[in-house]
């Protein structure tokens, strides 16, 4: 005999992005509409603006100074990844991301700002006819501009189509340095090579070369120029992702300032040359290093803080039940996630190990959601992503949970607070007496449904099977 709940029914699911809507006819997407073919199209581009500019580089270089160019530039681009990879491992972008952003940096871009600034300085010349101030207007000023714009393309593609991805201040920073990255190794080529090539013309040779002097400059003083100035329009789009949808002016300004402030440090870089014959290392000095230092600073405070966010919003499915008492505090210690890992690799195996390891970055993506979603920023796709996320961490709790508690106790130096369901750290969960929201209250502050039961632990049911109210609309407002 069936017997009514005495709770509201759930809101209804909300429609399947590529479903039909009410009463409309499902349509068949266009060929040129498919993924494949965006996927197509764009790996065709990066491959053709990679053999363009191979060969407008072996043009310039001659094939000798090409193969040391190329071997040369290649020594710095495995340490600033794998630096941009360490900033990121809070919450680990996709690899297909960081793999665009370095190819459009090396191909794309360098094609770009090779022709436009090519174009420019003989224009200039033949319009002055004074190639000297050409070649100076070129670098202080033409340079700056074309290919700061050229790399902060990279920047606006992912943050305009892989926006789940791009999410706050690290994102963007690390999106930005990665192109960059790329963007210096080919310029690397370039410049070492011409100097491989002067050398073989004048003879010299050992320390007293152009190609050591150029190597010293560039790789080993300098490898952070390039990244340094695009993490400024990284930064833009970064505080522009953390702006609400409705703040539509900021989304706007602040890449933009971004990417003003790039060309003006940019602009001093390439014009420390022409301030005498210390204005190179007095610039270095004065303004590159501090300003490096301060960005480092800022990138790894942000980091702390995303782990903060972390142990601060995870809670609430502590409460729930869909994490275990002591997860918030290892997914927000960099040095217990890492304690987790090897827990599992060394007990089950490698693909545990990169089970927990996925864990940890769905659990992370959950806490930073959550904060947006408490914040007005949760998006529309609010509820089918925070769904997705839990029935991620559903199927792997089997594996991580296990593996986390054990670092847990490794690793907090105090006993560990325990979530209940009242009281929770961060005000989250129902108030002292009440034992659900209010009858017909969607809108409860931070609510959070129950987690299902299950007949089986190899089951993967609906994360939502809970006869508790949830609302796919503005879920946290309080």
């Known amino acids: 005999m069936a017997t009514s709940s005495p709770f509201p029914p759930l809101p209804p699911h909300p429609p399947h992005p590529g479903g039909p809507a009410e009463g409309g006819v499902l349509r068949h997407a266009h060929w040129w509409q498919h993924k494949w073919v965006r996927y197509g199209a764009l790996i065709t581009l990066l491959a053709l603006s990679g053999l363009v500019i191979v060969g407008l580089v072996r043009e310039q270089t001659g094939t ?10 290649i020594l710095p681009v495995p340490l600033l990844v794998a630096a941009f990879r360490w900033l990121d491992r809070v919450e680990p972008g996709p690899w297909r991301n960081l793999v665009f952003s370095f190819s459009w940096g090396a191909c794309a871009a360098a094609l770009m700002a090779i022709v436009a600034n090519s174009f420019a300085v003989r224009w200039i010349a033949t319009a002055t ?35 789940r991805d791009f999410t ?37 040779g050992g320390i007293a070369s152009v190609t050591v002097a150029t190597f010293f400059v560039r790789v080993v003083m300098s490898p952070f120029a390039h990244p340094l100035f695009t993490v400024l329009t990284g930064l833009g789009f970064g505080i522009a992702a953390l702006s609400g949808e409705r703040q539509r002016v900021r989304r706007v300004v602040l890449p933009l300032c971004g990417l003003l402030l790039a060309m003006l440090m940019h602009a001093l870089w390439n014009g420390s040359a022409t301030f005498g014959e210390w204005g190179f290392f007095a610039v270095y ?24 966010t972390v142990r601060d919003e995870l809670p609430a499915y502590t409460a729930a039940g869909w994490l275990g008492p002591a997860e918030p505090y290892a997914l927000g210690s960099m040095r217990a996630r890492r304690l987790a890992r090897q827990y599992a690799r060394r007990h089950l195996g490698r693909p545990a190990a990169r089970e927990v390891a996925r864990y940890e970055a769905y659990a992370t993506s959950l806490a930073f959601l959550r904060h947006r979603g408490r914040h007005g920023r949760g998006g529309a796709d609010f509820v089918v992503r925070e769904r997705e996320l839990l029935s991620e961490l559903w199927r792997r709790r089997e594996v991580a949970r296990p593996a986390l508690e054990h670092a847990s106790r490794l690793a907090a130096p105090a006993p560990l ?4 369901m009242y009281g929770m750290h961060g005000g989250y969960g129902f108030p002292p007496g009440a034992a659900h929201p209010p009858p017909g209250h969607y809108g409860y502050p931070g609510y959070v449904s129950s987690p299902p039961t299950v007949p089986h632990p190899q089951a993967s049911p609906a994360p939502y099977a809970a006869p508790y109210p949830y609302t796919p609309s503005a879920p946290y407002r309080s």
């Open 64 to 73: 000798e100074g090409f193969l040391v160019g190329l071997g040369l530039a």
């Open 285 to 308: 000095g004065a303004f590159m290093v501090p300003a490096f230092g301060v960005l480092t600073w800022l990138v790894v405070w942000t980091r702390q803080r995303e782990l903060g």
């Open 417 to 420: 607070p325990v979530y209940g």
């Open 168 to 204: 706050g201040i690290v994102d963007g920073v690390v999106i930005a340095g990665i192109t960059a990255t790329g963007f210096a190794f080919t310029e690397n080529i370039l410049y070492l090579g011409n100097a491989f090539g002067t050398d073989q013309l004048t003879g010299d």
């Open 129 to 163: 006819a004074d190639p000297a101030h050409a070649d100076t207007l070129g670098a202080t000023v033409i340079a700056p501009v074309v290919e700061e714009t050229a790399k902060a393309a990279a920047v606006l593609l992912v943050f305009l189509f892989r926006r």
